[in-house]
């Protein structure tokens, strides 16, 4: 039997929380202001939160050298699309339903930034050509038009220890990536797969990175 007590209304949900401190509610704003967009300068990762017509999510890491994403005046943002793994979850969710979510993260910085907007795919030349990187293109460049933009504070980060080294986890502590996918893919594998993939992945990282 299910003895979970679930909160089925916003009136509910408020009655569990004391009210927002006012600071949290104003400091939200419709467009980057100087120190969203400094922040943007410094930033060298972010999520990206999208859904689709039928419901889907899809959370998807977005990472480059700093800066990578670029502010088009105070009313929007421009994310170049690198090479990945080609299954267009983000870019697909975007085409059905442009209502996005970004996070965006700057090592050691225990504050981050959020923005939340619609976004569309772009690929005029001249834009693309903004993020030439290694004397390669994006093959497409995510735009978002900004509708919410605040900064949240370090309480998250703080409590996770982030990025303080000493709580780093050893990689050792879970097999490797190409183990891990190929007993995903195949189940029961060989040493020798699991070698293969790995020295595919390598490659990859090193190859197809822009």
């Known amino acids: 039997m299910d ?8 009136e509910q949900l408020r009655a569990l929380y004391s009210a927002p ?5 104003k400091k939200q704003q419709d467009s980057l202001d100087t120190y969203a967009k400094q922040f943007l300068q ?4 972010i999520t990206l939160s999208t859904v689709g017509q039928s419901g889907f999510l899809d959370c998807s890491p977005r990472g480059d050298h700093p800066g990578f994403i670029q502010s088009i005046g105070n009313q929007s943002i421009a994310i170049p699309d690198r090479p990945g793994n080609n299954r267009l979850d983000s870019l697909t969710n975007i085409v059905e339903c442009s209502e996005v979510g970004v996070l965006a993260l700057i090592p050691g910085f225990k504050e981050c930034l959020r923005i939340n907007g619609e976004a569309y795919i772009d690929v005029t ?4 050509k903004r993020f030439e990187y290694r004397n390669k293109l994006p093959t497409s460049v995510i735009v978002v038009n900004v509708r919410e ?3 949240h504070c370090a309480k998250a980060i703080t409590r996770s220890h982030l990025w303080d080294s000493e709580s780093y986890v050893d990689r050792s502590e879970m097999p490797s990536f190409g183990r891990i996918l190929m007993e995903q893919i195949k189940g029961d594998v060989s040493d020798e797969d699991v070698e293969k993939a790995e020295t595919l992945i390598a490659e990859r990282v090193k190859t197809t990175l822009y």
């Open 3 to 10: 003895n979970s007590q679930k909160i089925t209304s916003k």
């Open 21 to 25: 401190m006012p600071m949290a509610v």
């Open 42 to 45: 410094l930033c060298p990762f």
């Open 125 to 128: 030349p001249g834009l693309l």
């Open 149 to 151: 933009v605040y900064f």
